[in-house]
């Protein structure tokens, strides 16, 4: 029996955890998924090599995000790299993103410019706080952005203890597992009527989802 996800193609500009983890578990159930990746390789293919995780010769911090994928390396800064993209676009059902604010504008990758050449894409985009307000470009991590400032750091410690630290990845994985739902809501909005549509969340919500009780 083929996959559900089968005949569906992701074009991914995301790095670290919480995008390319999203787009993992689409490939997991058949999506094909290009990864693109700047010269230098997406930095979480050395993520085993960090001080925060078991040390291993195996690359596992890139494979349990990057399992199934395929990648190519193109400097986006350049407009003939993004004229690639854009004809990678053009056959995408789906483009996903974990790019601040001002690189998507830098990049030329906007729900706007992207949808002009596939009007029928989803776009897919993760963030640490949210599209709009005064941290909407600040860079979100999962300890910063899902642990501490949505409360989780403090209410999973002890009492009069100093705050809890939480695993690398913890909040990568939770948000993603959001971003994956909502990947497969916009296909299935698309079935229904035949448009494409952007979706999102964010680490911050996502956390204080998780801390809601």
């Known amino acids: 029996m083929s996959n559900i996800l089968d005949g569906i ?6 790095s670290f955890v919480a995008g390319p ?3 993992v578990q689409l490939s997991d159930f058949g999506a094909e998924i290009l990864k693109i990746e700047p010269l230098s390789g997406d930095p979480w293919r050395d993520g085993h090599k960090s001080a925060l995780n078991m040390p291993s010769e195996i690359p596992y911090c890139h494979l349990l995000a990057n399992r199934n994928k395929k990648s190519v390396a193109l400097n986006l800064k350049h407009p003939e790299a993004q004229q690639i993209l ?3 676009v053009e056959k995408a059902d789906v483009f996903l993103t974990n790019s ?5 504008r830098d990049l030329n990758i906007s729900y706007e410019k992207l949808r002009s050449i596939n009007p029928k894409l989803i ?10 307000g005064v941290e909407a470009d ?5 300890e910063t952005a899902w642990w501490a400032r949505t409360g989780l750091m403090d209410t999973l410690r002890a009492k009069g203890a100093e705050p809890a630290m939480a695993p690398t990845g913890i909040g990568d994985n939770n948000t993603a597992v959001a971003l ?3 990947v497969l809501l916009g296909l299935y909005q698309r079935e229904r009527t035949g448009k494409g549509c952007k979706v999102g969340t964010s680490l911050i919500a996502s956390g204080v ?4 009780i």
């Open 86 to 88: 854009y004809k990678l």
């Open 21 to 23: 983890s999203a787009s």
């Open 138 to 142: 600040s860079p979100g991590f999962d």
């Open 9 to 14: 193609k992701v074009v991914e500009v995301a």
């Open 123 to 132: 776009y897919a985009l993760i963030t640490g706080f949210g599209e709009k």
């Open 209 to 212: 989802w998780t801390n809601s």
């Open 100 to 104: 601040l604010p001002h690189v998507i």
């Open 180 to 182: 994956f739902a909502s």
